[in-house]
């Protein structure tokens, strides 16, 4: 089976490193001619909007699927007149745009941030008065790892906001206390089966992903509410493969903040620390392959490497530590590689804490303007 990948970074790398195993193949498109994902796959250097390279890409695929939401869905379409593309482009587009995902959230019944959109200058004031203060502007679309968002704490800061994010349309959200932040990673196979994982606690610096624990310390209720969240988000858009909601838990309630129809970045410890990777239940969805068990092996935490890589040989003499480094240069504010750490409680926190002050005297300044 032939596997179609839109995007050639280290998703689309571990993702093939996870089918290879099981007798998979894999196809990339990709601008960058030094994709990290060629290293394991047939890379085809094009743009997503090219419908040349769109063509030479889909002849012969099974199935496609893509690594990044930002992902023109014209793109998808352009793939899907050849064969199936999962998860779904409805998805896609629901994940491209902010207001789209509070929307279905409020809708299928999931706790949100008090919000409102805002085109114009005067619908941003309006936002503003809707929600109250303090609060948070987001672009509605291309905003990740901490772009395209700014605070506004008193009514000065509002004008200061609105030029910060360019005057596009914008998501206004009410900037509302919570304890910490939780993701859940859901797959749902083609027949509507659905299998979670457990709740991950995530840590962030500078609104980049630093440090993820698995299982997160969570009520079982807690867990149960999480997992038919997934899964009612994942049956009301018809979805295949795997997808993961980001919450805000604020005193025992689970705020729904925003999805990414894809494999993420909390759920890399699953490749070692759960009996079947995100990576590979991922595949395993697309192809119409049994899923595979989402039960975690033990704890773990997993931390990324952010700008630049430590010495290899000071991260193997961690006890539990596992590398993945992703063959990209260093850069600042990049995402070079991640280290998931395994082993008995005791060992785990010093191993963690190892990890993370060799990845802290590593990697270099991290700003909100840095381009993972």
């Not at 949100?112 to 008065?129: G, I, K, N, Y």
């Not at 925003?258 to 990777?277: D, K, L, Q, Y």
Request: glycine share 8%; aromatic share 6%.
């Amino acid at each position: 089976m032939l596997i179609g990948i839109l995007g050639a970074g280290q998703l689309g790398r571990m993702l093939a490193l996870a089918g290879l195993p099981i007798g998979l193949r894999f196809r990339f498109l990709d601008p960058a001619e030094d994709a990290v994902a060629a290293h394991v796959g047939e890379l085809i250097v094009g743009d997503f909007d090219d419908p040349a390279a769109l063509a030479r890409f889909a002849r012969g695929l099974s199935v496609c699927t893509f690594e990044f939401e930002n992902v023109p869905a014209a793109a998808l379409r352009a793939v899907a007149a050849h064969c199936p593309v999962w998860p779904p482009v409805e998805a896609l587009e629901t994940g491209q745009d902010r207001l789209a995902e509070k929307t279905l959230f409020q809708r299928l019944g999931l706790s949100v941030h008090p919000f409102a959109p805002a085109s114009t200058r005067d619908e941003f004031a309006a936002a503003l008065r809707t929600v109250g203060l303090p609060a948070v502007s987001k672009t509605r679309r291309m905003g990740y790892d901490g772009k395209g968002q700014a605070v506004i704490r008193t009514p000065a800061d509002a004008d200061a906001a609105w030029e910060a994010l360019g005057a596009v349309p914008l998501l206004v959200e009410a900037l509302v206390p919570f304890d910490r932040e939780l993701s859940v990673i859901g797959v749902r196979a083609q027949s509507g089966e659905h299998r979670a994982y457990p709740l991950v606690e995530n840590v962030h610096e500078r609104g980049i992903l630093r440090l993820s624990r698995a299982p997160a310390d969570v009520t079982p209720a807690l867990q149960a509410a999480a997992t038919a969240h997934s899964k009612a988000v994942m049956d009301a858009l018809g979805y295949v493969g795997v997808l993961t909601i980001e919450f805000f838990d604020a005193a025992g309630t689970l705020l729904a903040n925003e999805m990414a129809p894809r494999v993420h970045n909390s759920g890399h410890w699953t490749i070692e620390a759960a009996r079947t990777s995100q990576f590979e239940n991922h595949l395993r969805a697309l192809a119409d392959l049994p899923l595979g068990d989402t039960t975690p092996r033990g704890p773990s935490a997993m931390v990324n490497l952010i700008g630049a890589c430590p010495p290899l040989a000071d991260l193997l003499r961690i006890p539990g530590a596992h590398p993945h480094l992703y063959g990209k240069g260093p850069r600042e504010g990049r995402k070079v590689g991640h280290v998931t750490i395994t082993d008995d409680s005791a060992t785990l926190a010093r191993s963690t804490q190892a990890v993370l002050a060799l990845a802290t005297e590593h990697h270099t300044p991290l700003h909100p303007d840095a381009n993972p």
